[in-house]
């Protein structure tokens, strides 16, 4: 943007005489209203896609409709979320999780759609946490995240891709490197890893060791190789080291050749994993020289080609994809960092520098011809990556194309110091990209992928079937299991706690499970108790089990926090709780009779004394 301010400027006034004299107020408006036709969705009506955006530092996944850019859902990964229930209590399986694999938040890039036959098919979704080295699957039939790993031996899991066509891996790349031997015993060089993820049981199959700070991944669309970009060939630890050479690499792994490896027993296992090394296992690793501190590397469509984004240079590198060479390398524009691309052979780099889409012609700038730029737009502003719908799939969509902005600047009211981000969703399906709306989102997303409605309407279910652990409706119980612990089972109807009383003594563990045994699509009940630091929110068939130590004593009316019917204020229950060494009795919630410490079906009651 910087790099013109005199034509720049000089642009738009004779932008502003023009419009002025040939277009004139009237039909400025109507090119206005062209765009607003194009992404506005009116209410009633759905949107024909869904976006899945990474949430960066906000370690969640937001969905929007496109082309309206609504935000349909936030789907919590990495950390708690109150709105949702997610992650609150320790007791909360998914807290436990996350805890023992790396912490209470996350930094998510890069969202990937499984595929088969180069299509996305709905059924996946995954995520990775670039700062604590996991990787988060979302199944979309409920946009619910279904597992997290721990990926052994990595630090800094960054790029990520499904391998082509048919998922046979979810490839992730280590960026930050570490000590070659695991241990901090200088000088160990350092190195780093590319895991290779089985999509289904989640187990990490084998590492492939590459050097020098391995960045974006993608696949080639046959399957054959995994690539990334490389950057820090210098292997620096320091800014100015890694930026001295003016080419690194982008490093290709040819998977059949690394499963051989795998299955003839080479490679060292540490923490369960085989790591290949290429220095000892040749033909697995072919490093491509490209320029400079490359970042984003994407295969085109149709296969023939993987294009390196320069970063530090004003260039994209062209690589057959079979044969691996360099076929052209074309000028871009200043600051290239992600290519994505339409149905009509063109491809899209977004331009960090100089905050612009390019649009290019792959076929054009192959062949060495000049005018290889078809288009440029500008965006608002620095923008980090773009996706076109289906472009990083075989079929792509050439309609929409979301450009991702680092800064929003100007484009929104002032909301202190710190600005939302920016997307912009351009038409690319004419020559000239068009800039059709703009919608602002919370820190940070990186990447996004976009999956057709249509292949979501046969998976996506409407309700739980409800586990074998369910509570069942008539069958609630209250059941002191201990002098020092009691179990509650309870289930919710609109608009009610079955039991909506049950008294524990202070210090009790209580352990609460809860069945929604509504059976309407979105009928979810909350359950919030005060001071007792957790809400619960149950779509219809869900169960939920939490144990939390039963506060001070006195009267606390948990209340449900979902909006569920006009007596959705009334959804109130009493959890009291009577002092430690309370000879008082409690009440049994079935007949409201003072008994000797719980009423428990089945079971005999503890003593008030005990
Ligand atoms: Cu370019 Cu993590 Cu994909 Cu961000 S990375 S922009
Ligand atoms: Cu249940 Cu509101
Ligand atoms: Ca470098």
């Given at each position: 943007m910087k790099r013109h301010p005199v034509l720049l400027v000089a642009a738009s006034v004779i932008a502003t005489v023009i419009g002025v004299q040939t277009l004139g107020c009237g039909a400025a408006r109507s090119a206005r209203s062209i765009a607003a036709e194009q992404v506005y969705v009116p209410p009633g009506e759905?949107?024909?896609?869904?976006?899945?955006?990474?949430?960066?530092?906000?370690?969640?996944?937001?969905?929007?409709?496109?082309?309206?850019?609504?935000?349909?859902?936030?789907?919590?990964?990495?950390?708690?979320?109150?709105?949702?229930?997610?992650?609150?209590?320790?007791?909360?399986?998914?807290?436990?999780?996350?805890?023992?694999?790396?912490?209470?938040?996350?930094?998510?890039?890069?969202?990937?759609?499984?595929?088969?036959?180069?299509?996305?098919?709905?059924?996946?979704?995954?995520?990775?946490?670039?700062?604590?080295?996991?990787?988060?699957?979302?199944?979309?039939?409920?946009?619910?995240?279904?597992?997290?790993?721990?990926?052994?031996?990595?630090?800094?899991?960054?790029?990520?891709?499904?391998?082509?066509?048919?998922?046979?891996?979810?490839?992730?790349?280590?960026?930050?490197?570490?000590?070659?031997?695991?241990?901090?015993?200088?000088?160990?060089?350092?190195?780093?890893?590319?895991?290779?993820?089985d999509p289904e049981s989640m187990e990490v199959k084998f590492e492939v060791r590459v050097n020098g700070n391995i960045d974006i991944a993608d696949t080639s669309k046959d399957g054959r190789y995994a690539f990334s970009t490389v950057y820090n060939l210098e292997q620096g630890k320091d800014m100015g080291s890694m930026i001295q050479y003016d080419r690194d690499a982008v490093a290709a792994i040819d998977i059949p050749a690394a499963e051989a490896a795998v299955a003839a027993g080479k490679g060292e296992v540490r923490n369960g994993v085989p790591i290949l090394d290429p220095a000892e296992v040749?033909?697995?690793?072919?490093?491509?020289?490209?320029?400079?501190?490359?970042?984003?590397?994407?295969?085109?469509?149709?296969?023939?080609?993987?294009?390196?984004?320069?970063?530090?240079?004003?260039?994209?590198?062209?690589?057959?994809?079979?044969?691996?060479?360099?076929?052209?390398?074309?000028?871009?524009?200043?600051?290239?960092?992600?290519?994505?691309?339409?149905?009509?052979?063109?491809?899209?780099?977004?331009?960090?520098?100089?905050?612009?889409?390019?649009?290019?012609?792959?076929?054009?700038?192959?062949?060495?011809?000049?005018?290889?730029?078809?288009?440029?737009?500008?965006?608002?502003?620095?923008?980090?990556?773009?996706?076109?719908?289906?472009?990083?799939?075989?079929?792509?969509?050439?309609?929409?194309?979301?450009?991702?902005?680092?800064?929003?600047?100007?484009?929104?009211?002032?909301?202190?110091?710190?600005?939302?981000?920016?997307?912009?969703?351009?038409?690319?399906?004419?020559?000239?990209?068009?800039?059709?709306?703009?919608?602002?989102?919370?820190?940070?997303?990186?990447d996004a992928t976009f999956l057709e409605a249509s292949v979501l309407e046969p998976i996506v279910q409407q309700v739980y079937t409800p586990g074998e652990d369910a509570v069942v409706a008539g069958q609630e119980s209250v059941v002191r299991t201990g002098p020092g612990s009691v179990q509650v089972n309870m289930t919710l109807l609109r608009s009610a706690y079955t039991p909506d009383s049950f008294e524990v003594r202070e210090g009790d563990e209580v352990t609460l499970k809860i069945t929604n045994v509504e059976t309407i699509r979105d009928m979810i009940h909350g359950f919030a108790l005060p001071d007792h630091g957790f809400n619960m929110a149950l779509p219809p068939g869900d169960t939920q089990v939490r144990t939390f130590k039963a506060g001070k004593p006195g009267v606390y009316w948990f209340y449900c926090t979902n909006f569920c019917s006009a007596l959705h204020l009334e959804m109130r229950g009493r959890m009291v709780v009577q002092p430690k060494d309370s000879v008082i009795t409690l009440t049994d919630w079935h007949s409201g009779a003072n008994v000797a410490g719980q009423v428990v079906p089945g079971v005999p009651s503890t003593g008030a004394s005990q």
């Open positions: 759905l949107d024909k896609y869904y976006g899945f955006l990474s949430g960066g530092q906000s370690g969640s996944v937001f969905v929007i409709g496109v082309p309206s850019g609504r935000l349909i859902r936030e789907i919590p990964v990495f950390e708690p979320r109150a709105a949702y229930g997610y992650a609150l209590l320790e007791s909360d399986p998914r807290r436990q999780l996350l805890e023992s694999t790396g912490g209470l938040w996350g930094d998510t890039h890069h969202p990937m759609l499984s595929e088969k036959g180069g299509i996305f098919d709905g059924r996946y979704l995954w995520i990775n946490d670039l700062a604590n080295g996991r990787l988060a699957r979302i199944r979309l039939d409920r946009f619910e995240a279904d597992r997290i790993i721990k990926l052994p031996n990595l630090q800094g899991a960054h790029g990520i891709a499904v391998v082509s066509p048919d998922t046979k891996y979810v490839v992730v790349n280590g960026e930050f490197e570490q000590p070659t031997d695991g241990m901090v015993t200088n000088p160990a060089p350092y190195t780093s890893v590319v895991a290779f993820v040749t033909g697995i690793l072919t490093l491509i020289p490209v320029p400079k501190n490359p970042h984003g590397v994407n295969a085109t469509p149709d296969g023939r080609y993987v294009i390196a984004s320069g970063k530090l240079s004003p260039t994209v590198t062209i690589i057959d994809a079979h044969t691996l060479q360099i076929v052209a390398e074309p000028e871009v524009g200043l600051g290239p960092l992600h290519t994505t691309f339409d149905n009509r052979g063109n491809a899209y780099t977004s331009l960090f520098l100089d905050s612009q889409v390019v649009k290019w012609n792959i076929d054009k700038a192959v062949a060495g011809a000049d005018d290889y730029i078809v288009d440029r737009i500008n965006v608002h502003y620095n923008i980090g990556h773009l996706q076109a719908v289906g472009g990083d799939s075989m079929k792509p969509a050439g309609n929409y194309l979301l450009a991702l902005n680092k800064l929003s600047k100007d484009q929104y009211l002032p909301v202190g110091p710190d600005l939302p981000e920016n997307q912009e969703i351009i038409d690319i399906s004419g020559e000239k990209m068009k800039m059709l709306a703009a919608f602002p989102t919370p820190p940070e997303p990186h």
